[in-house]
Structure formats: C-alpha cells, structure tokens
C-alpha cells in the first residue's frame, strides 16, 4: 500500500536550486535510510515529504498519518541529552502512526539504548524513513537507501551494507569506462597524428616522377586533391575526439604513513599504566578500584552505558592521577570536539601546519583523505559548516607531534561518508588510539582492544568489538601452563617498569619472580 507520493520537487534558496526530485514512493513496511553528505539536503527533504516546508514547485501526496521525530531536540531540562532523546522517542512511538520520519534518532543514545531502540523499529508495523549517521543502525533496519546528491536522490535496494556493495560495483563500472575512454581516446590521437603527417606527404611529388612529367600527368592537382581528402578525414576525427563523452578517472586518495615521535622506544612496549585506580562523582561509585596496561600501538574502545565514567576515566589519564603512570615518551592529542583550537580567520591549511611538523605535502595528503582538495585548504575556517570544522580540528591534532591520540566522541555532528573518511585514517595510524565512542561500526573497524565499564566495573578484552560480544568467559582451571603464564605477565610488567623507573626494589622483585618460574618449571 502506497503511504507517500512526491512528484516533480523543487526547493531553491535563493538561486540555488537544492532539492531536485522527479518522483518517489514509500510503501507500508518500507524502511528507508537516507544518507548523504552534511548539507545535502536530508532534513529539508525530510520536512519536504512531512509537509513542514513547502516545496516551490511539485507536491507530496500523504495517504497516512505521520509523526515527525526531529533532529534538533529541546534542552530547556535538567535531564540529559539520551533521556531527552528517549523521550521522543517513546513519544513518537505511542502515537502508533502508519509513517514515522527519524532526524538522527540515536542522538546522545548509549550502545544499550541504541540497540534498544533498534529493537523497537525492527517490531514496528508501520514504515520509517531515516536519516543516521549510524552504519550498523542502518544496516539493522533498513531495506533501501535513498542517497541524496547535487538535490537527487538515488534509491538502492538493501541495507546499507548492500548499497556500499552497490556503490563499489559502480566504481569499477567507472574504472572500465575511464579505461576504455583513455584507449579509444589514445586510437583517435594517433590515427589523427597519422592523418596529419600523411597530408603533409601528399604536397610532394613521388620521388619516382620526374618534374617534367608531373607537369605532364596532373600530379599537383592530384596530390593536392589527395591532401584535401586526407585533411577532410583528420577533421572527421577531430570531431569524434570532441564528442568522445568524457569519462572522470576514479579518485584514488594516497595512504598516510607518517614518522611518530619516539617510535623505537614506544611501539609495542608498557606506555601506560593503572593501578588500583577506582572512578566516582559526588555521592556514587562509578567503578571499583582496577588496573590494566596500554601498550604502543593499542587501539583501546572504551564502551559502557551515559553516565557510567567513560570521560571521568579519560579525565583522569589526561592529569595523571593517583595510581596512573604515563612512560615519558607518549606524547597525547585530545580530542574532545572542542573547537577552540582553531583560529576561524586562519584558512584550513594555516590552522592544520600551525602545530605540526610535518611538511605541507604530507599535510595536503591528510586533508585529501577528510575530503579537501586542492584550493579547498586554502579557505577560511568561518566559512565551513560544522563538521567540517570538526574535521578541521581533528587533522590539526592528527598531524601534529604525538603519537597517541585520545578521541572522545570524534564522529558526533559527522555524516557517515565523513566518519567512513576518519576511520582509515585511525586505521593507518601506528601510533596509541585511546577512542570513547558509541559507534559500534567505528569501534569494530579500529579497536584491537575493548576496555568495557559495567556493573561499577572496569574490564578489559583483547580483540575486537565483535569478538568481545560473543565472547563466553571458560571456566578457570589452575594449571601449571595457567601459573606459568601469569608468571611471564608479571615479569614483562616488572621489566617494562624498570624501564621506565629502575629501582633496587623492582630488581628484587624481578629476581624473585625468575625464582618462582624456575621452580614451578622443575615441579
């Protein structure tokens, strides 16, 4: 059953011709995703189908009661962002229409909530359109996905897994056609060269014929007929090289590989250590005392519930506190969506080299991959939207001299194509990734590490998202392969401090944990 109908849509501002739509059609029990860029168009287009704005030419055709749940939420509470957001939502949902539009429904939602909310969508009776910046939320619901772009608006079937599958077949689809307009292109050139070099051959006489007898047989006249011809076909192909439809070559972004600070004395070795730490607020315990280890190169997601101490634990490594030591070779960028490091007179380019010591071609690359190229650098930071200058402020702190990186919330206020171009960034880096986040497809594609608070408890697992939630702890058997094992993990704990702080205590302790290992391996 048809619930919605636009046909012919047009919305200028301006001059600026914005949304331009021929027809589209929602269905009951459809799920659309609409993705695109920041600026796009997604919730003009959302409150053009839900009758908030008016369209200058074309109309929408409602069949069904709808309900609109908005993307900016009112603050005028002393609740948090989540709860607001929840609330909303079961508001929205109460109302039971045949049609829902979602604005970013997974605002300020932790994993749980969000997960939560998923379930509810995925019983709903009725059809949704919405817009997310949330792969793995879209991929949970989603049975098309219209792309917005330039105003348009193309629809693919599927998830959104199933619409990268798409995108990536029309890529190589590109990659063919750019190869073989480059081929075709090359054949007229040198049949045209061909031509060419052929009439201007045809002005002289055969090296057989002599002068007396060209006069006789014509050979002027038809060696300059020959010319004309040959001249009439280079046109012929001049004109099929200015027709030849012009294919784009396919963008291929160069990778990042950069030199970090201290890389011989920090890869792969205790750069920073908790011990006994516990976490809390005023009047409530946010986590039991904990220790744990980082090393050089970890990419560490930290994950629990709003509210559960995730930014007290990150506060707490940024001054150093109590029970927390830090290897003097990190050097740390934060990361927190604070965009006062920037200066909005500067361009972007000036703002990124002011603290780095990279060269501008390496700096040039970096920006490349967040999407801005060429003469793009080179504008002023008060012109950009809000996520650009957010990406802005992150390739200022990515390029400059560290190499551990701590990102709270680095994808908040980011379209998916912008979080997708962070991701193999983060992927590329070498350096110490410390990422608070509560996207789940982030945290899969760059935490080798889960550092997980729940229950008022810190816990730590080694492997990816995924791995930790199908993780199933085994039974704990004390063997002596077990005893042996803890053994060696103390040891390496112990060397990696002598390192750091050498002491006669810690030598002791050295010694007579080889002690122990040595009379466990003899039994």
């Not at 994993?111 to 949330?134: M, R």
């Not at 004109?239 to 990778?255: F, G, I, S, Y």
């Not at 809000?386 to 992150?394: H, L």
């Not at 760059?446 to 993780?471: A, C, H, K, M, P």
Request: with cysteine; glycine share 4%.
């Amino acid at each position: 059953m048809i619930l919605l109908e636009a046909n012919d849509l047009k919305l200028y501002i301006k001059d600026r011709l914005i949304i331009d739509i021929e027809h589209l059609m929602i269905q009951s029990r459809d799920c659309i995703g609409l993705v695109g860029r920041n600026g796009s168009g997604k919730t003009t287009l959302m409150e053009l189908l839900a009758k908030k704005q008016i369209p200058d030419e074309g109309n929408v055709t409602l069949y069904a009661n709808f309900v609109l749940l908005p993307q900016l939420k009112s603050t005028n509470t002393t609740k948090s962002g989540g709860e607001i957001t929840q609330e909303y939502i079961n508001r929205a949902l109460a109302k039971k229409p045949d049609l829902l539009f979602a604005d970013e429904p997974t605002t300020n939602l932790d994993t749980f909530h969000i997960e939560k909310l998923e379930n509810q969508l995925k019983k709903w009776q009725g059809a949704i359109v919405i817009v997310s910046h949330d792969r793995a939320f879209l991929d949970s619901l989603s049975t098309k996905i219209w792309e917005i772009e330039d105003g348009m608006v193309h629809e693919y079937k599927g998830n959104y897994s199933d619409y990268l599958s798409q995108k990536e077949l029309e890529r190589r689809q590109q990659e063919n056609a750019y190869e073989q307009y480059e081929r075709k292109k090359k054949q007229l050139e040198e049949a045209l060269i061909l031509k060419e070099q052929k009439a201007v051959r045809a002005t002289k006489a055969p090296k057989k014929v002599s002068p007396s007898e060209a006069r006789i047989t014509g050979a002027k006249p038809y060696f300059a007929n020959k010319q004309k011809k040959l001249r009439k076909a280079a046109k012929a192909i001049e004109t099929r090289l200015d027709k030849l439809e012009k294919v784009e070559k396919v963008k291929e972004l160069p990778p990042v590989k950069m030199k970090l600070p201290n890389e011989e004395s920090f890869k792969g070795r205790i750069v920073l250590r908790l011990k006994d730490v516990s976490g809390s607020i005023p009047n409530r315990l946010l986590w039991k005392e904990t220790s744990f280890e980082v090393k050089g190169g970890d990419k560490l997601s930290i994950i629990g519930k709003n509210g559960s101490g995730k930014s007290t634990l990150i506060k707490k490594i940024m001054n150093k506190e109590d029970g927390i030591s830090i290897s003097p070779s990190v050097q740390i960028g934060y990361f927190s969506q604070n965009l006062d490091i920037l200066n909005v007179n500067e361009s972007i380019l000036n703002n990124v080299q002011s603290t780095s010591t990279q060269d501008e071609s390496f700096v040039r690359t970096v920006l490349a991959r967040l999407r801005f190229f060429r003469d793009d650098v080179y504008k002023k930071v008060n012109v950009l939207s809000g996520g650009e200058r957010v990406k802005v402020a992150f390739a200022k702190i990515f390029v400059s001299d560290i190499n551990t990186l701590i990102l709270d919330e680095p994808t908040n206020f980011l379209d998916i194509e912008s979080v997708e171009e962070l991701e193999s960034l983060l992927q590329e880096y070498e350096g110490t990734v410390l990422l608070v986040s509560h996207d789940r497809r982030f945290i899969q594609s760059i935490g080798n590490r889960i550092l997980s608070i729940e229950n008022e408890n810190i816990r730590v697992f080694d492997g990816t998202y995924e791995e930790f939630q199908q993780y199933t702890p085994a039974e704990k058997h004390n063997t002596v392969e077990d005893e042996l094992l803890l053994l060696d993990t103390k040891i390496s704990d112990v060397l990696s401090r002598l390192s750091i702080e050498p002491s006669d205590d810690l030598e002791l302790e050295f010694q007579a944990l080889i002690a122990e290992k040595n009379k466990l391996k003899k039994g």
